[in-house]
């Protein structure tokens, strides 16, 4: 018997071997998972940066 896990956006009981989705059931899944962290509903935890993309806060530092 296969190995079966729940997909993470609909909970559908999904075979994990051979799944082009995984660990989501389909295409459809994939994005809305996508489309959530897009539109930064996940978030992950630690301090907050000042800086963007790793550029230097002032000046002196470039």
């Keep these: 018997m296969p190995l079966m896990v729940r997909c993470p956006t609909c909970r ?6 051979d799944n082009p989705h995984r660990p ?13 962290w897009t539109e930064e509903r996940y978030r992950i935890p630690g301090e ?15």
């Design 12 to 17: 559908k009981a999904v075979p994990w071997q």
């Design 24 to 36: 989501f059931c389909s295409d459809r899944c994939q994005l809305i998972d996508l489309g959530a």
């Design 48 to 62: 907050k940066s000042d800086t963007v993309s790793g550029e230097p806060d002032n000046e002196e530092e470039r």
